[in-house]
T-cell receptor, first 115, second 117 residues
Framework: DAGVTQSPTHLIKTRGQQVTLRCSPK?????VSWYQQALGQGPQFIFQ???????QRGNFPDRFSGHQFPNYSSELNVNALLLGDSALYLC??????????????FGPGTRLTVL | QKEVEQNSGPLSVPEGAIASLNCTYSDRGSQSFFWYRQYSGKSPELIMFIYSNGDKEDGRFTAQLNKASQYVSLLIRDSQPSDSATYLCAVIPAFNAGGTSYGKLTFGQGTILTVHP
């Protein structure tokens, strides 16, 4: 049973560039959430996708956008990169939220460095 | 006031001791509470979740929830050096009017635990 996968594992970009990160959810999961984790901090919620739509969004600017495909995989796009966007980007997948438990399973993350 | 607060540590305990990790949250209507373990350079790994007041045990781990005090804790018995990691407390806020939660996890900053031989 494949867990959550993310690509690439590492990425180096320069300020002003654009980046796309990819995520495939755990088998049987159809909800994907994205988080940003700066060094020494807990993950911060960016947004969540379900049925190919953004269902909830955290306090991130419009430079952060996403997409979910019919096979439930997802992309995170960040435009006009800033130095402060350097972080570990985590994708988490879960089942539809019919219960309060909503266990979310994280992928290995993509380490983005902006120079 | 931060939504989820943890003592950043580091918390240092000897091997075989009980490690106690604490977390407080501000949203009184929060429904579900999670503990994740994160090794350096790795992604968070779910250890336990709890949603009812009281204790929940799983092997060497016990999660404790007190909704009246807005407090959740994690006890690790017989601590091992392999337990050395950052422990993240995460909370799902109150359900929306429709009775569901979209599952936005709000994390604390994490507590660094070091178990020394």
């Amino acid at each position: 049973d494949a867990g959550v996968t993310q690509s690439p594992t590492h990425l180096i970009k320069t300020r002003g560039q654009q980046v796309t990160l990819r995520c495939s959810p755990k088998s049987g999961h159809d909800t994907v959430s994205w988080y940003q984790q700066a060094l020494g901090q807990g993950p911060q919620f960016i947004f969540q996708y379900y049925e190919e739509e953004e269902r909830q969004r955290g306090n991130f600017p419009d430079r952060f956008s996403g997409h979910q495909f019919p096979n439930y995989s997802s992309e995170l796009n960040v435009n006009a990169l800033l130095l402060g966007d350097s972080a570990l980007y985590l994708c988490a997948s879960s089942l539809p939220l019919a219960t309060p438990y909503n266990e979310q399973f994280f992928g290995p993350g993509t380490r983005l460095t902006v120079l | 006031q931060k939504e989820v607060e943890q003592n950043s540590g580091p918390l240092s305990v000897p091997e075989g001791a009980i490690a106690s990790l604490n977390c407080t949250y501000s949203d009184r209507g929060s429904q579900s509470f999670f503990w994740y373990r994160q090794y350096s350079g790795k992604s968070p790994e779910l250890i336990m979740f709890i949603y009812s007041n009281g204790d929940k045990e799983d092997g060497r781990f016990t999660a404790q929830l007190n909704k009246a005090s807005q407090y959740v804790s994690l006890l690790i018995r017989d601590s091992q050096p392999s337990d050395s990691a950052t422990y993240l407390c995460a909370v799902i806020p109150a359900f929306n009017a429709g009775g569901t939660s979209y599952g936005k996890l709000t994390f604390g900053q994490g507590t660094i635990l070091t178990v020394h031989p």
